[in-house]
């Protein structure tokens, strides 16, 4: 990580954004996004597993996420604006080094301490990789950064997913130790991560952009941008907070309450993923279209009807919602990333680390209560009281209209 390029990421004027999206280099770092995220999706679904073999309490569990997002969301915000100021492309494989490291770890983890360590490592991992893996897929966007965002989180939304798929036909037949089988994925990711690096070096050095000695500043009012980003935050907390209850506790509920099968609880955490990263991609172009301020609005606030049902269902109809959830709130990251960039121009590798360190951090703060609410009053409380979070998303009633300024 000791190659430093200028702060070329800023922002360019019109007459210097390219003309064409350079798909092979979009496409590749939605591919490393893929690997690293399928990688560190595999700790979720073993809970059950390791819950077992540790006897651990819903606090414990709770407390895994916390470590594994904790270190992702606060280290996330500082190499973004480290990068931001001394851009580094080779931190893209150090970063997916560090998630082997945790992987492995965790996979030979014998004590409860160890899983900290592993997931913590997890968590480093994502911090060094997602930054400036943002920065790149808007370098190679053209000028469509709504487009770009949404392929290059289509990657991790799709390796999510993967994780409880995994975890049903591989990890929970044989056992920990098989997470260590799955090693290949970020050893790819370090090899074309390498790649990309380069490109990122050579594009950099060809290509003439207008520089300044400070990142230009909004167009809009200050006190307008402070508004619109207390907004933007307060959304990716209800999207974190319910996303949370349904990666960490959804296979528990399941279980529980319709005596599912470990296997069958996590194809039903396979769906709700699958259904988030299809659902991805479409926040960022109609977002281009017809303004990110909507695309917000009907991603966050549209779910409430659905998760205000969920909990009172039987297994048809949850099996229904959770797909429909998923859809719809995976809308809403891409275009809020997108969004406060624009707000905050010049600032894309501070702006990535913010709002992906932040969804991290909530998460696992989302964990570690919604666990303490499962051990003291039962996992279907979980549920009942995070199905009021989508109402949040009244806020973006709020937002300015970027489109049309």
Same mark, same amino acid.
């Given at each position: 990580m000791t190659t430093q390029l200028p702060p070329s990421d800023i922002s360019p004027a019109p007459a210097d954004?390219?003309? #064409?999206?350079?798909? #092979?280099?979009?496409?590749s770092i939605s591919f490393s996004h893929f690997l690293n995220d399928a990688t560190q999706?595999?700790?979720?679904?073993?809970?059950p597993l390791i819950k077992g073999n540790f006897d651990l309490s819903f606090r414990q569990i709770g407390f895994i996420t916390f470590t594994y997002q904790l270190t992702a969301s606060f280290l996330q915000p500082l190499v973004g604006r480290y990068t931001d100021? #001394?851009?580094? +492309?080779?931190?893209? +494989?150090v970063g997916m080094i560090l998630t082997l490291s945790g992987l492995l770890l965790i996979a030979a983890a014998a004590s409860y301490p160890v899983l900290l360590l592993g997931a913590a490592l997890l968590g480093t991992g994502s911090s060094v990789f997602h930054p400036e893996s943002s920065r790149v897929a808007r370098m190679a966007s053209g000028g469509r950064f709504g487009l770009a965002q949404s392929m290059f989180q289509v990657g991790g939304n799709a390796g999510s997913s993967c994780g409880p798929l995994a975890a049903a036909a591989v990890i929970i037949p044989l056992g920990q130790w098989s997470l260590s089988l799955f090693a290949f994925l970020p050893l790819t990711g370090v090899v074309l991560l390498l790649v990309i690096s380069r490109?990122?070096?050579?594009?950099?050095?060809?290509?003439?952009?207008?520089?300044?000695?400070?990142? +230009?500043?909004?167009?809009? +009012?200050?006190?307008?941008v402070i508004r619109s980003l207390i907004v933007l935050l307060s959304l990716v907390f209800? #999207?974190?907070?319910?996303?949370?209850?349904?990666?960490?506790?959804?296979?528990?509920?399941?279980?529980?309450?319709?005596?599912?099968s470990n296997q069958s609880a996590q194809i039903h955490l396979f769906l709700f993923l699958f259904a988030v990263a299809a659902g991805t991609f479409l926040g960022g172009p109609i977002g281009d279209r017809i303004g990110r301020k909507y695309v917000i609005w009907f991603s966050i606030l549209?779910?409430?009807?659905?998760?205000?049902?969920?909990?009172?269902?039987?297994?048809?109809?949850?099996?229904?919602?959770?797909?429909?959830?998923?859809?719809?709130?995976?809308?809403?990251?891409?275009?809020?990333?997108?969004?406060?960039?624009?707000?905050l121009p010049g600032r894309t590798g501070t702006v990535a680390g913010l709002f992906f360190g932040l969804s991290f951090g909530l998460?696992?703060?989302? !964990?570690?209560?919604?666990?303490?609410?499962?051990?003291?009053?039962?996992?279907?409380?979980?549920?009942?009281?995070? !199905?009021?979070?989508?109402?949040?998303?009244?806020? !973006?009633?709020?937002?300015?209209?970027?489109?049309?300024?």
């Open positions: 954004v390219p003309e #064409k999206v350079n798909y #092979k280099i979009l496409g999706s595999l700790l979720l679904p073993i809970y100021r #001394k851009p580094q +492309p080779y931190s893209l +494989p490109w990122v070096l050579n594009h950099s050095k060809n290509r003439t952009i207008k520089r300044s000695s400070a990142p +230009p500043h909004s167009p809009l +009012p200050r006190k307008l209800s #999207k974190s907070f319910y996303m949370a209850s349904i990666t960490n506790y959804f296979s528990f509920y399941l279980i529980h309450k319709f005596g599912a549209g779910i409430a009807p659905f998760t205000l049902v969920l909990p009172y269902v039987d297994l048809f109809w949850t099996t229904i919602l959770i797909f429909l959830i998923g859809f719809i709130l995976s809308s809403a990251f891409s275009a809020i990333v997108v969004f406060a960039q624009e707000l998460g696992g703060i989302g !964990a570690a209560v919604f666990g303490e609410v499962a051990d003291i009053y039962g996992i279907e409380l979980v549920y009942q009281l995070c !199905a009021f979070l989508p109402l949040l998303g009244l806020s !973006a009633v709020f937002l300015p209209d970027l489109k049309h300024r």
